[in-house]
């Protein structure tokens, strides 16, 4: 038995696969198998991309150097991150700090909100994923990612809370599927000001939980936050560099955050890296304040080295307006799947992250306390047959799909095909209960 504790993306107990390479948009396995790495938003570049392997093999020779030193490579990847990256935004951006994980900069972005605004109270939408440390974690609520211990006879020990937290409506949409809920979008997030009047930030995030938005509803938590004097952070761990098919998803609503977080794409998958970003209404707000912050690894060589690597990748937009033209393909593909398959009941996306989700018992009381393997997972497990590894971010009734952005439209092929292959499960499942 292994000695490492594990974490699985796919919940219950299917078999590991072992990963002993990878290549491009393909993991290897121990048995000489290549699938296509289908849900992976820490590596945006796949697998071994050329630029990023250079770049690291140099950082090796950087020096040793801590965040509380003033270093000029770190320097130039805080001006390379703001000039490329937030280039549409000049109007807007003023300040960043790196960090080790998306988790670590939405605590610290959260933290840092309190400070600012001298309140306590917090708030998140609805099926929110914003990490697993400190704030971040408690701002996580879905109820399966609660941080503590889930039992495997049922039941959970949970993490004992350390602010009180707002949980807003999220948004409700579809590409496909029936949306139950026909209210208008004033009328679902009514009394959100309210709500919010005693909280330090509002955290929104744009694809967890299967939940991807529009323009109106960002503008409206936006709005809504600013009347009640509640920053507005954007999460953009996942979304952020390149994933929504955009920089950022923020630039698809007319409003704008006062802060941006930022991890997994930042690095190119080369190292682990996270950021926040601050608008310049709060850097000038900062003049006469300093933060008082340190971790002794934020900002390492490789970090700073893999960032930078990454950001003259995208430098060109390329890469992003190749994104944009996958996610037609991406949705055409999958809705076509979903009319096949009577098992799946909504699926939603942008750019290139996607969820399908299956019919089945409510999110809302998945827990995780068992090691009965939920439907979503032997969906993925099937789905290994043909060919590509699908991630369920431990849901019971969901999987989705985030491959790197190089994929070509033959692999993009493969990967849909194989969940075309795994749903037959679901159907199975799906049929028995309805017969
Ligand atoms: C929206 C969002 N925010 C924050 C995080 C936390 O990032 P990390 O896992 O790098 O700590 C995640 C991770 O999946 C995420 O999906």
Redesign the pocket.
């Known amino acids: 038995m292994s000695r490492l504790l594990q974490t699985g993306l796919n919940a219950g107990k299917e078999p590991v696969i072992k990963v002993v390479d990878g290549e491009g948009v393909y993991f290897i396995l121990a048995d000489g198998r290549r699938l296509i790495d289908g849900s992976n938003?820490?590596g945006p570049l796949g697998h071994k991309h050329p630029a990023m392997v250079e770049a690291m093999i140099k950082a090796a020779s950087n020096p040793v150097i801590n965040e509380g030193w003033f270093w000029a490579e770190r320097e130039a990847a805080a001006e390379e991150l703001i000039d490329i990256a937030f280039g549409e935004e000049k109007s807007w951006v003023g300040a960043v700090r790196f960090f080790i994980?998306?988790?670590?900069?939405?605590d610290l972005a959260l933290t840092f909100s309190q400070a600012l605004t001298g309140r306590t109270e917090l708030a998140t939408r609805e099926r929110?994923?914003?990490?697993?440390?400190g704030l971040?974690r408690q701002m996580t609520v879905q109820p399966h990612w609660h941080g503590g211990l889930a039992l495997q006879s049922g039941g959970s020990k949970a993490v004992p809370t350390q602010v009180p937290v707002r949980i807003i409506p999220g948004p409700v949409d579809a590409k496909y599927g029936v949306v139950s809920d026909n209210r208008t979008l004033a009328e679902r997030m009514a009394g959100t000001e309210q709500a919010l009047s005693a909280v330090a930030a509002t955290i929104i995030?744009?694809?967890?939980g299967g939940t991807y938005y529009d323009p109106e509803y960002q503008d409206y938590v936006a709005n809504a936050a600013r009347k009640a004097g509640s920053l507005w952070i954007a999460?953009e761990?996942?979304?952020g560099l390149g994933r929504s098919g955009r920089w950022f998803a923020f630039q698809g609503g007319e409003t704008r955050p006062d802060i941006v977080?930022l991890?997994?794409c930042l690095a190119g998958g080369s190292a682990?890296a996270?950021a926040v970003v601050m608008s310049k209404e709060i850097v000038d707000n900062m003049k006469d304040k300093s933060w008082q912050t340190y971790s002794t690894f934020r900002a390492h060589p490789s970090a700073v080295a893999a960032i930078r690597a990454y950001l003259s990748v995208m430098k060109d937009g390329e890469i992003i307006r190749r994104v944009k033209t996958l996610e037609a393909k991406m949705q055409q593909g999958l809705v076509e799947i979903a009319r096949r398959h009577p098992s799946v009941a909504r699926v939603d996306g942008f750019g290139l992250h996607w969820t399908v989700e299956l019919h089945g018992p409510d999110w809302r009381n998945w827990y995780a306390d068992t090691t009965v393997s939920p439907i979503a997972s032997r969906v993925a497990s099937r789905a290994i047959e043909a060919g590509a590894i699908i991630g369920t971010?431990g849901e019971q009734t969901s999987l989705f799909l985030a491959p790197s952005f190089i994929i070509t439209d033959s692999e993009l092929d493969t990967l849909l095909a194989a969940l075309d292959h795994g749903l037959a499960v679901a159907d199975a499942e799906f049929e028995r209960g309805a017969a």
Not at 101 to 106: D, L, M, T
Not at 128 to 133: S, V
């Open positions: 938003t820490g994980s998306g988790s670590e900069a939405n929110a994923f914003h990490g697993m440390t971040s995030d744009y694809t967890q999460d761990v996942v979304t977080t991890g997994k682990p996270g971010s």
